[in-house]
């Protein structure tokens, strides 16, 4: 029998304002961290390995490790099937190396050893299911035909319900008198800011909205009642039972705890962890089976 390689583990998370790296022992214990530029794979794939690299070089100089005797997981936004994973894998330069979308570290991370539901809502938004180690997904679509109930989302549907006000067809509201004052007063220039907004933009308007709603304003409770809307859906299709839990987790998703279903209220519970660490038990279970004999 030849001898068994303790290997260190390396975690990637990457998305589209950055990516975090960090290195571990077998037993999970991070040992360096360091962080990076964006790494949305379906945005720029070059971009994503150059600086998925660049960060995990940057800590495995920390603590003088060679990183391509890392044992990796890599979770990437715009990872969209086995091609993309495949090709991401061939240009990094791990000696063992695995690479999903970050959908799927996020709900690990999140849920740990539970089976359940996971609503990450930010700029974007999905929904996932995790039942018996298999995924099901709904959303994630993007701005132009879907992140329902995101941050852009409701920044967008704002601004919409705003011009509508001017028009004398929608309830005005403190919300909406604030935002057209944003504008100047001016409608065409909530129409010239539309024309280039990215979903980030939209999303500024986010937590003006969420603290509108906390104040009673009917405007932002009516977007958040139809955001909700959304979620509620999801997690019914999701078919959850009374052992799943659900977290909530990004820049919107813990806000819309109060406008779920009163039967989800009692499977809510804190996110376990975050997208890095998902990525990093699955690079702990890519050295844990090198490891292991045969």
Known sequence: MGEIRAYQVCAVDGGGTGCRVAIANPNGVVLARASGGPANYASNAAQAVENVVGAVRLAAEKMGADMHRLVAHVGLAGIMNDTDACAMVAQLPFEHCTVTDDRVTSVIGAL????????????????????????????????????????????????????????????????????????????????????????????????????????????????????????????????????????????????????????????????????????LQLARQNQEALETPE
């Not at 504008?183 to 010239?192: E, K, L, R, S, Y």
């Open 112 to 279: 740990g050893n539970n089976d359940g539901a996971l609503l990450a809502v930010g700029t974007g938004t999905f929904v996932a299911m995790r039942r018996g180690g298999k995924f099901r997904f709904f959303g994630g679509w993007g701005q132009q035909v879907g992140d329902q109930a995101s941050g852009a989302w409701l920044g967008r549907e704002l601004l919409v319900h705003a011009l509508l006000a001017v028009d004398g067809l929608e309830s005005e509201s403190d919300l909406t008198r604030t935002v057209l004052a944003r504008f100047d007063g001016t409608p065409a220039d909530i129409v010239a800011f539309a024309r280039q907004a990215r979903p980030a933009d939209y999303a500024t308007f986010a937590p003006l909205i969420v603290e509108a709603a906390k104040a009673g304003d009917l405007v932002a409770h009516q977007l958040m009642d139809r955001g909700s809307a959304y979620l509620n859906t999801a997690l019914g299709a999701a078919d959850l039972s009374g052992d799943d839990i659900v977290c909530l987790v990004g820049g919107v998703g813990p806000h819309y705890e109060p406008y779920l279903a009163p039967k989800y209220h009692s499977l809510i519970r804190l996110p376990k962890g975050t997208a890095l660490d998902g990525a």
